[in-house]
């Protein structure tokens, strides 16, 4: 029996808010409503990190960002490079016979061919090595060749190139990995496709966010039909899912401020509207259509997930993750506790960190600026764009954040109150020290494995 082939797609900082199946319509992602139907939604899927590149590399790896390298979005300082000793899920399945593709955003070494995607399991790559691009003014690659703007969105670049990998290897089990980059900024959509959405309920941001999912869900379609057409749809895993929470910044008709089921935070905090996104799994051989599981899935669990279903074996040491397949599939989860940390340069134990087992919550607030790149670095990541190579990976010393004198943690019975409205932290201070003494035996952990990798 034939492998299962498998296409994961992954959007830049969508919101569960952002499917129409949820926010009544505000967006049009009839596409993804639909596969949702057909598959089996995770409603408690858990990102590996609430910004790009860790999260990224969790999902390629199936181990905690921080065993990786990839700890920051800062590509022109490195922070973003997945250490060449991790072996990513295009490794094991390139192992097991699969065709590897990836084919858009990577972010998980932007610069040096060591960090490049085809030196990391994929036999082709199609897209950008860094954290975003323009959507129109676009500079990507094709097979190690430089490709530049020809008037089409970037969206619609990426679909078009993720059905040539479908079509070509369509004879054979073939692993793509489509990542968007919608929609990220900048924020860029055919104008009168933004008009579509402007109804003066919202701002010309939200407006032009939702016309850029729409075009990632039209771009979805074609796939779907390819499948069909070509006779391959029943034994291929569609997998959907996002990198992270919405970002939810900005003013006036720059406001990205939308509903996203009331949860609390988004992009940056590993508050839950930061770090629970969508996942959806559409096999029609192997899974139930319509059904829903309330387990905990987390990006760790993805890789092992897809081995499971390939009959492919990790190559990795040690996972953090493990197979939700019999979860997906209806069958009770495993109960584990989870953990997330994001701060700018550097880890800080105490600062934008959380520890979940079962339904509580362990809450470290982001310290003052310690979520905050330097000017310097900002400019400089916008500079790095338009260039095909970086002289040299920045070394100038990073910012020291300073812990404030009332840093506390907060807790939450997310059964009681997913919208993390009301810290029980005074009322369970045992449950308070457990889920910290946890946080903390996973942090020494995990950066030690950092330090060992770097050694």
Not at 324 to 350: C, M, S
Request: with cysteine; hydrophobic share 40%.
């Amino acid at each position: 029996m034939r492998s299962p082939n498998v296409i994961q797609i992954v959007v830049d900082d969508m919101g569960n808010g952002d499917l129409s199946c949820n926010n009544g319509g505000a967006s049009s992602t009839p596409v993804l409503d639909q596969l949702a139907r057909e598959g089996v939604t995770a409603s408690q899927c858990y990102s590996g990190s609430p910004v790009c590149a860790p999260a990224r590399a969790a999902l390629l790896t199936g181990r905690y960002p921080h065993r990786t390298g990839a700890i920051d979005t800062m590509e022109a300082r490195g922070l973003d490079r997945l250490h060449p000793r991790e072996r990513t899920v295009a490794d094991d399945l390139k192992t097991a016979g699969y065709a590897t593709g990836l084919v858009g955003k990577w972010h998980t070494g932007a610069f040096d061919m060591a960090y490049h995607p085809t030196h990391r399991g994929f036999d082709e790559f199609v897209g950008f090595q860094g954290g975003w691009q323009d959507y129109w003014d676009w500079r990507i690659e094709r097979g190690g060749a430089p490709l530049r703007a020809d008037g089409r969105h970037l969206t619609d670049v990426f679909t078009a190139e993720a059905l040539d990998f479908v079509r070509r290897h369509a004879d054979e089990p073939f692993f793509l990995h489509l990542a968007y980059s919608a929609p990220h900024y900048p924020l860029q959509a055919p104008e009168a496709l933004i008009e579509r959405f402007l109804d003066g309920r919202r701002t010309r941001a939200v407006a032009t966010i939702y016309a850029m999912m729409a075009m990632v869900d039209s771009g979805v379609g074609s796939i779907l039909e390819l499948l069909e057409d070509l006779g391959i749809a029943q034994d291929t895993i569609v997998m959907f899912t996002s990198d992270n929470g919405p970002d939810q910044r900005g003013v006036g008709e720059e406001s990205t401020h939308r509903p996203n089921l009331g949860l609390r935070g988004s992009k940056t905090l590993v508050y839950e509207g930061g770090i629970r996104v969508p996942l959806i799994v559409r096999w029609p051989a192997g899974l139930g259509a319509g059904e829903q599981t309330n387990a905990l899935v987390h990006f760790t669990d993805l890789l092992p997930t897809i081995l499971d279903a390939a009959g492919a074996r990790p190559s990795a040491p040690v996972l953090d993750g493990a197979s939700a397949l019999d979860v997906l599939r209806g069958e009770p989860g495993g109960q584990r506790t989870r953990f997330w940390q994001w701060t700018r340069y550097t880890p800080l134990l105490e600062s934008n960190a959380a520890a979940r087992d079962g339904d509580w919550k362990l809450v470290w607030p982001a310290w003052p600026g310690s979520l905050d790149a330097s000017a310097a670095d900002m400019a400089r990541d916008v500079e790095i764009k338009a260039l095909d190579a970086l002289p040299r990976i920045d070394d100038d010393p990073a910012p020291v954040f300073v812990r404030p004198s009332n840093a506390r943690p907060l807790l939450f019975d997310l059964r009681t109150d997913p919208l993390e409205t009301t810290d029980l932290a005074a009322e369970h201070p045992a449950r308070v020290r457990a889920l910290h003494s946890a946080l903390e035996n996973w942090f020494d952990d995990v950066e030690r494995s950092r330090a060992d990798a770097s050694a």
